[in-house]
C-alpha cells in the first residue's frame, strides 16, 4: 500500500508524487489492469488454449535463453556482494543519519515472510521427496540420491533468489529513500536514461511490465497457496480439494490479507509476519525434535558442506550434451529462477520499503545470507524428515507425493507422533504466509 506523498520525505519525492498523480499513474494502471483483465479472461474462456500457449512460450525461452536465466542470476548474486564488501558498503539507504525502522526480528519475518514462505512450505517435503525418486544424475532410491535430492533443494533455495530480490531491492531503496525518487521500477533506469526519460513512454511500459510480472509470479505462489491449504483441509476435514472449495478460501484469504494491508506496515503486516516466524519456529522445532534429530543435523552440515563446494559448478551448469539432465534443469533450475525473476519486481519493492535506514553491507548480509540459511535449516528438518522414512522402507510416502506434491507435509506427519497436530498448526502457517505474501 503507497504512502501518501506528504508523508515521505524530500522535496524531490514530492514533487514526483504530484507528477505521478497528474499523468503517469492513471495510464500504467489503466494499462497493466486492462492487460490482466484480458489475460485473466482467456484463461477463464479458453483454458485449453491458454495453457497451451503458456507450456509452449515456457518451453521457448527455457530452450532459448534457459542459459540467458542461468548468468543472470550468477551477475546477480555477485553485484549486491561486491557492493556489500567495497568502500560503499557503509552507505545508508537513506539519510546518513537515518536507522532502521524496524528490529532484526521483525526484519527478518517479513523478509522470509514475503520472499519464501508459501514455497518453502509447499516443497520443502515435495522437493526432496520428488528429486529422491526422479535424480538428475545418481540412481533413483538410494543413499546417493537422498543426498543429491538435499543439495539441489538448498541449492534452489539459497542465495540465488534472494540475490534476485536483492538486485532489485537494493537500488530501489538507495534511490527511494537517499534520494527521493518514486518507489517505481522505473526509478531503477535513472541512471541510464535520466528522468525525462524515466517519466516518458520508456518509464512507463517498464512499470506496466513490472505490475504485470508481479501479477505472473503472485499467481503462481498464491496458487501453491491455496492448493496446499486445500490439501491440509482435506487431509484433516475431508473437505474436498474443488475449485468452490479453493474459490472460498481465496475469498477468505482475501478479506484478511485486504484488512492487515490497509491496516499499514506497522499494526498490519509486521504483526502477521512476527506471528508467522513464531509459528515455522514452533513447527520446526516439534519435528526436530520428534523427528531424526542427529539424522537431521548430520544432513545439515553435510548437504551444507556439499552446496558450497559445488556451488558454481551448479550455478553454471546447462548439460548441453546431455538431454535427461538437461530436461531436469528446465523443469526445476531454470524454472525456479524464472520465477525468482517474475517475483523479484514487487518482493523487491516490499523488501525496500522495510529497508529504509540500513546501510549496504547490512542490508546484503541480511537480505542474501540469514534467509538462505533458513531455508537450510527448514529443508533440513522437512525434507530428511520424509527422506528417513523412505530409506528406512516403512511407507509409502514417495508414490503419494509423486500423485499430489502439495499433500506432501501432510503424508509425512502421519509418521510421527502429533502428527495431527502439526497438520493443524501447519494449514494456519500457510494461511498467514499466504496473507504476508499478498500484502508485500
Known amino acids: 500500500m503507497k ?3 506528504p508523508v515521505l520525505f524530500g522535496k524531490r519525492r514530492r514533487e514526483a508524487c504530484a507528477l505521478e498523480k497528474k499523468s503517469g499513474f492513471n495510464e500504467v494502471f489503466v494499462i497493466s489492469m486492462g492487460v490482466t483483465f484480458a489475460v485473466v479472461l482467456w484463461g477463464l474462456l479458453m483454458p485449453e488454449g491458454f495453457g497451451n500457449f503458456a507450456n509452449s512460450l515456457f518451453g521457448f525461452l527455457v530452450n532459448k535463453f534457459g542459459w540467458g536465466y542461468m548468468l543472470a542470476m550468477n551477475v ?9 564488501l567495497s568502500k560503499y558498503g557503509n ?4 539519510p546518513a543519519d537515518s536507522r532502521p525502522e524496524f528490529s532484526n526480528f521483525s526484519w527478518f519475518a517479513m523478509l522470509f515472510s514475503a520472499g519464501m514462505g508459501v ?3 509447499f516443497y520443502g517435503v515435495g522437493e526432496p521427496v520428488f528429486h529422491f525418486l526422479n535424480p538428475p544424475t545418481a540412481e533413483p532410491g538410494t543413499a546417493v540420491a537422498a543426498a543429491e535430492a538435499m543439495r539441489k533443494s538448498f541449492f534452489h533455495w539459497g542465495i540465488h533468489p534472494w540475490a534476485g530480490y536483492a538486485i532489485i531491492a537494493l537500488p530501489l531503496a538507495y534511490f527511494q529513500f537517499r534520494k527521493g525518487y518514486p518507489g517505481l521500477i522505473s526509478s531503477l533506469f535513472i541512471p541510464l536514461v535520466g ?5 516518458g513512454a520508456f518509464g512507463k511500459a517498464v512499470d506496466i511490465l513490472a505490475i504485470f510480472a508481479t501479477v505472473a509470479g503472485i499467481a503462481t505462489s498464491l496458487g501453491l497457496g491455496v492448493l ?8 484433516l476435514f475431508g473437505i474436498s480439494s474443488t475449485i468452490t472449495a479453493q474459490l472460498m478460501i481465496i475469498l477468505v484469504l482475501a478479506l484478511i490479507y485486504t484488512g492487515s494491508a490497509v491496516a499499514g506496515i506497522e499494526k498490519g503486516i509486521k504483526r502477521v509476519a512476527d506471528s508467522n516466524l513464531y509459528i515455522a519456529l514452533t513447527l520446526l522445532g516439534l519435528l526436530f525434535l520428534i523427528g531424526p534429530t542427529i539424522n537431521i543435523l548430520e544432513t545439515w552440515l553435510s548437504t551444507f558442506g556439499d552446496y558450497l563446494s559445488s556451488l558454481v ?5 546447462l548439460a548441453p550434451n546431455d538431454e535427461k539432465y538437461k530436461a531436469w534443469l528446465n523443469g526445476w533450475t531454470i524454472f525456479y529462477w524464472a520465477w525468482w525473476i517474475a517475483w523479484a519486481p514487487f518482493v523487491g519493492s516490499f523488501i525496500a520499503r522495510i529497508s529504509r535506514g540500513r546501510t549496504i553491507r547490512e542490508f546484503v548480509m541480511g537480505v542474501l545470507i540469514v534467509p538462505a540459511l533458513g531455508s537450510f535449516t527448514w529443508f533440513a528438518v522437512f525434507g530428511t524428515s520424509a527422506l528417513r522414512i523412505e530409506l528406512a522402507g516403512i511407507g509409502d510416502l514417495a508414490t503419494k507425493v509423486a500423485a499430489d506434491i502439495s499433500t506432501g507435509v501432510f503424508e509425512m506427519y502421519n509418521y510421527y507422533f502429533l502428527g495431527g497436530i502439526m497438520s493443524v498448526i501447519m494449514v494456519v502457517l500457510i494461511s498467514t504466509f499466504f496473507i504476508t505474501s499478498a500484502n508485500s
Not at 552507505?91 to 537513506?94: A, E, T
Not at 559448478?313 to 551448469?317: A, G, I, L, V
Request: with cysteine; glycine share 10%.
Open 119 to 121: 514455497g518453502l512450505v
Open 313 to 317: 559448478r551448479d550455478s553454471f551448469m
Open 76 to 84: 546477480f548474486v555477485v553485484f549486491p556482494i561486491f557492493l556489500a
Open 195 to 199: 528522468e525525462r526519460g524515466v517519466k
Open 91 to 94: 552507505v545508508r539507504l537513506g
Open 228 to 235: 496446499q491449504i486445500n490439501s491440509g483441509l482435506n487431509y
Open 3 to 5: 504512502a501518501p506523498c
